[in-house]
């Protein structure tokens, strides 16, 4: 078994990286070549226990996922996330089960909605994979992105009070409300604990490599914790990967840097493995094939697949319409208000009150058209959670063996089935339908400019001030070389230009000095993107892009400085 994981593994990353050279989408070269590899006789057996593989593989993938979300654009498509990650997995798992139900009684009503439960979330790993191969807009990346976060969580829920239901347990639905509610509540709660307790420590810790072990250990004890309290573990995990992705600017630029490379190697083990076990699965569904019921299973996954690919678009367009008409009803009501005078903008503490152009921003959902809706109507990938907990169910005591096995083979036929028609045919939706990688050009252009602009009255005002400081230190050519570094410090110009004339205007005598200026000026860069992030001023990801470029700067600053502080020869 170890020799066959790790030749697994190693064989899947090596696909992986081929993947990645040619400019093909990983997750279905990998699926692929697994499937093939499938019929080769010497090829062993992949088995692993699902309950294992959720706890091991999902963690850190949905941690992974978690950070790289933008917490405010999470927070502002959260209407049309859930609409996706609860309601319509809701609805999904009723409509398979009711088709599975009529076409294979045996099942039961109990059965049938364990397994449109099970085939009802779209998977984190496939829409994050495929999605950022294709250079989705963001306004769509944050929809699927924050979907596949959640509806894990509504699908395990359910998951679990139907294998109540089946092993014999009296629920109502009142019980199934309640679980669903304590599995939000308590995931929420820990997720919570575990992410300040990390980024308490991510602050304190000044060794970047203790705090990206214990990054990567983490995951697993908030997943574990949760589900023992009887809380959702995937909740646990998004909710501490949201709000330590959030503060991570507020962190050493250490650990980002740090954290970054070690996150991505992290995916592509985790995701090229998952996918290669996908594809590594198909002996045990030829095995559970049986003569006399191959016709039925067929039937019934080919119609459960049916179900799956075509309730997504019938729900996602008359929810937008409904969406789009009660935002304009608040829209009108808040209006009225305000000309009333019943309302207005308050202030929030130390901050000025919200314009009518922020609070009707509040007041709404993000834009997305009908092309942004047929994106995500096809993006409906499912991935390891509908395998993992297929493998889980088929192991309940309380159902026999056509039944666990008529699951395997659907969870396997409607996962494979949808990464590749639906990870394959994607790439040409777009296309057709002429979807930019990102339009929002213009708008990232004025809130650069923007920024620009405050960066440079808020480093004049600190210079100001430092040059008082230098002033009752340092003699008439000192200042003059502070005012020459302090002229260079605020033009517009590039990185690369800033740190070759910060190696060009050192003087010797006063380095320290100029270091920490240099410093000094880079945090107030950075507390003036976090000031316009926290405002709603500028987009999340825009903010790490600019982020990274100033981290970029403090490296380059400090290598210089290990180099400048080396005894002379």
Request: proline fraction near 5%; aromatic fraction near 8%; charge should be neutral.
């Amino acid at each position: 078994m170890d020799a066959t994981f790790f030749y697994v593994l190693v064989g899947a990353v090596i696909v992986a990286a081929i993947a990645r050279w040619r400019g093909w989408p990983a997750p279905l070269l990998v699926t692929v070549v697994a499937l093939a590899a499938s019929f080769i006789p010497f090829i062993p057996d992949l088995e692993i226990d699902g309950h294992l593989l959720l706890s091991v593989v999902l963690p850190p993938l949905l941690y992974s996922a978690a950070l790289d979300v933008s917490f405010v654009g999470f927070k502002r498509s959260l209407p049309q996330i859930r609409r996706l990650g609860i309601w319509l997995v809701l609805l999904t798992t009723a409509v398979v089960g009711v088709v599975a139900w009529l076409i294979m009684p045996s099942l039961t009503l109990p059965g049938a909605l364990l397994l449109g439960a099970i085939v009802a979330p779209p998977d984190a790993v496939s829409a994050a994979a495929i999605g950022r191969k294709l250079g989705l807009p963001r306004r769509i990346m944050t929809v699927l992105s924050g979907e596949s976060l959640i509806n894990d969580a509504t699908s395990l829920t359910l998951y679990r009070v139907f294998a109540a239901i089946i092993a014999g347990a009296a629920l109502t639905v009142w019980d199934g409300i309640w679980q669903f509610v304590v599995a939000v509540v308590v995931g929420v709660f820990v997720g919570l604990v575990f992410g300040v307790v990390l980024h308490q420590l991510r602050m304190r810790v000044a060794d970047p490599v203790v705090i990206g072990t214990f990054g990567l250990l983490v995951p697993f004890g908030a997943y574990a914790i949760a589900e023992h309290l009887g809380g959702s573990g995937v909740l646990a995990v998004v909710a501490m990967g949201l709000y330590v992705g959030f503060n991570a600017p507020r962190t050493d630029y250490t650990t980002r840097q740090q954290e970054a490379p070690l996150w991505l190697s992290a995916d592509l083990l985790l995701e090229s493995f998952v996918f290669a076990y996908i594809g590594l699965q198909f002996p045990r569904v030829l095995r559970d094939l049986s003569s006399e019921s191959v016709g039925q299973f067929l039937l019934l996954a080919g119609a459960v697949l049916l179900a799956v690919l075509l309730v997504r678009p019938l729900y996602i367009y008359p929810a937008h319409a409904w969406a789009r008409w009660a935002e304009r009803k608040r829209l009108a009501r808040w209006e009225r208000m305000v000309a009333s005078g019943r309302t207005q903008a308050r202030p929030r503490p130390g901050r000025p009150a919200l314009t009518a152009e922020q609070m009707k921003k509040r007041l709404t959902e993000p834009t997305l058209d009908w092309k942004d809706n047929a994106v995500i109507s096809w993006a409906g990938m499912r991935g390891v959670v509908t395998l993992a907990t297929a493998l889980a169910a088929s192991d309940l005591a309380a159902l026999d063996d056509k039944s666990s096995h008529a699951i395997v083979v659907v969870a396997f036929i409607v996962t494979v089935a949808t990464l590749l028609l639906q990870g394959l045919t994607l790439p040409v939706l777009i296309k057709k339908l002429k979807i930019e990688g990102d339009v929002d050009h213009e708008e990232d252009a004025r809130a650069m400019a923007a920024v620009r602009k405050r960066s440079r009255q808020a480093g004049k005002a600190y210079l100001a001030e430092q040059r008082e400081n230098w002033a009752g230190k340092y003699d008439e050519r000192q200042l003059q070389a502070f005012d020459a570094f302090a002229q260079r410090m605020t033009r517009v110009e590039t990185d690369t230009d800033r740190a070759q004339d910060l190696e060009e205007s050192m003087p010797q005598p006063s380095y320290e000095d100029l270091v920490a200026l240099s410093k000094g000026w880079l945090h107030v860069r950075r507390e003036v993107l976090l000031a316009e992030r926290d405002d709603d001023n500028l987009d999340e990801e825009l903010m790490r892009e600019l982020m990274t470029a100033i981290d970029a700067e403090e490296l380059a600053l400090d290598t210089r400085g290990a180099i400048w502080s080396q005894p002379r020869a």
